[in-house]
């Protein structure tokens, strides 16, 4: 899909959400089978609640009805009600997009669907878990994402404003260690001719991490936050870095090419077998547009437990491309079990409590 494609997607998203958005009678429907939840997911509309039973259900799941800001549509289940995609299968397009004949291999993919409330089931044994695509003010809360080739959630084409929240992610990139995040927000410029809107960027910007567990096993990072995105926040985090397979670059719990996050009180530990360099890393690609990437962020109050294997619990890479826009570590930011210690950059002391 071109940049002009994606605009289109969110826009016609965001105005069929806008016409739903006066009160409207909520309807509940319940599946027991992967047809019924087909058909359900087809039929959507703002208000409505789609409850799963307990059970597996094989088959590709896409998501393009939208929600609205007064009357999201929920997708709720236990955990014992698994959605799986056996595929891929048949012959997509380049850039993707729900094509007739061709299965995507996605766990559950939402494109062009705002306002959606993901809650209680799992998504495993499928080539990717959970796609947003043009879906912003999307919530996650309390799914179980497993047993993933490649990366577990991934919040794409400028889905902003989006949450995943007490959710557990656990054996990713199974297939590709390399391309197994637990979370991946935004794209890599090198996609942005797809997966970028009018600016040209991927702006899948203010999205929340909050109070997860994620790992062990997740073969690459736990967090990935790609370049020119903004203001996202990732806080109450616990990651367990064992089994991070060091491909592709994948040797850290968080790396950070976005701007002006919040990392705040997350706990991260790491042990054997597995590649680990640091707890958190800042990197600067370069881009265009330009964005100051890997710049403007702030960690406090986070945990990080080494292994003895690790070298700094923040490592940033450069000062001098963050000129105006600083990268801070505060003092509240504690460290076990570090081969070189705390921060590579100085330590700024945090600011007392206002009262």
Same mark, same amino acid.
């Given at each position: 899909?071109? $940049? /002009? #494609? &994606?605009?289109?997607?969110?826009? +016609?998203?965001? !105005?069929?959400? %806008? @016409?739903? *958005?006066?009160?409207?009678?909520?309807?509940?429907?319940?599946?027991?089978?992967?047809?019924?939840?087909?058909?359900?997911?087809?039929?959507?509309?703002?208000?409505?609640?789609?409850?799963? $039973? /307990? #059970? &597996?259900?094989?088959?590709?799941? +896409?998501?393009? !009805?939208?929600? %609205? @800001?007064? *009357?999201?549509?929920?997708?709720?289940?236990?955990?014992?009600?698994?959605?799986?995609?056996?595929?891929?299968?048949?012959?997509?397009?380049?850039?993707?997009?729900?094509?007739?004949?061709?299965?995507? #291999?996605?766990?559950?993919?939402?494109?062009?669907?705002?306002?959606?409330?993901?809650?209680?089931?799992?998504?495993?044994?499928?080539?990717?878990?959970?796609?947003?695509?043009?879906?912003?003010?999307?919530?996650?809360?309390?799914?179980?994402?497993?047993?993933?080739?490649?990366?577990?959630?991934?919040?794409?084409?400028?889905?902003?404003?989006?949450?995943?929240?007490?959710?557990?992610?656990?054996?990713?990139?199974?297939?590709?260690?390399?391309?197994?995040?637990?979370?991946?927000?935004?794209?890599?410029?090198?996609?942005?001719?797809?997966?970028?809107?009018?600016?040209?960027?991927?702006?899948?910007?203010?999205?929340?991490?909050?109070?997860?567990?994620?790992?062990?096993?997740?073969?690459?990072?736990?967090?990935?936050?790609?370049?020119?995105?903004?203001?996202?926040?990732?806080?109450?985090?616990?990651?367990?870095?064992?089994?991070?397979?060091?491909?592709?670059?994948?040797?850290?719990?968080?790396?950070?090419?976005?701007?002006?996050?919040?990392?705040?009180?997350?706990?991260?530990?790491?042990?054997?077998?597995?590649?680990?360099?640091?707890?958190?890393?800042?990197?600067?690609?370069?881009?265009?547009?330009?964005?100051?990437?890997?710049?403007?962020?702030?960690?406090?109050?986070?945990?990080?437990?080494?292994?003895?294997?690790?070298?700094?619990?923040?490592?940033?890479?450069?000062?001098?491309?963050?000129?105006?826009?600083?990268?801070?570590?505060?003092?509240?930011?504690?460290?076990?079990?570090?081969?070189?210690?705390?921060?590579?950059?100085?330590?700024?002391?945090?600011?007392?409590?206002?009262?």
């Amino acid at each position: 899909m071109t $940049a /002009a #494609g &994606v605009d289109l997607a969110v826009a +016609v998203a965001v !105005a069929i959400a %806008a @016409a739903g *958005a006066a009160p409207l009678p909520r309807c509940t429907v319940e599946v027991s089978t992967a047809e019924q939840l087909q058909v359900a997911l087809a039929d959507a509309s703002p208000g409505d609640r789609i409850r799963l $039973a /307990a #059970g &597996v259900y094989h088959g590709s799941f +896409v998501i393009q !009805a939208a929600g %609205a @800001a007064t *009357a999201p549509i929920t997708l709720t289940g236990p955990p014992d009600a698994v959605l799986v995609n056996d595929g891929p299968s048949g012959a997509g397009p380049s850039c993707p997009a729900p094509t007739a004949g061709w299965d995507s #291999g996605y766990g559950l993919w939402l494109f062009g669907a705002p306002y959606w409330r993901l809650s209680g089931f799992t998504v495993a044994d499928s080539k990717k878990g959970i796609v947003l695509d043009a879906s912003p003010h999307v919530t996650i809360d309390g799914v179980t994402v497993r047993g993933i080739e490649e990366e577990a959630v991934h919040f794409r084409r400028s889905s902003a404003d989006g949450t995943i929240r007490n959710s557990r992610i656990r054996d990713t990139g199974l297939a590709r260690p390399g391309f197994g995040e637990g979370v991946y927000i935004g794209s890599a410029s090198s996609n942005w001719a797809c997966h970028g809107d009018s600016s040209g960027a991927d702006r899948s910007d203010r999205v929340r991490v909050l109070n997860n567990r994620i790992g062990p096993n997740v073969a690459a990072e736990h967090i990935d936050v790609k370049e020119g995105t903004f203001g996202g926040v990732i806080r109450g985090n616990r990651f367990d870095g064992t089994g991070i397979s060091g491909e592709n670059s994948a040797d850290s719990w968080v790396d950070v090419k976005g701007i002006g996050y919040l990392i705040e009180g997350n706990t991260g530990t790491f042990r054997e077998p597995g590649t680990f360099a640091n707890g958190y890393e800042t990197h600067n690609p370069t881009t265009t547009p330009p964005f100051q990437n890997g710049c403007g962020n702030i960690w406090r109050d986070n945990h990080s437990d080494l292994g003895g294997i690790g070298g700094y619990a923040v490592a940033v890479t450069s000062t001098s491309k963050c000129s105006g826009n600083l990268n801070v570590v505060y003092a509240s930011n504690t460290v076990t079990n570090a081969v070189n210690g705390l921060t590579n950059i100085a330590v700024t002391p945090d600011q007392p409590s206002v009262r």
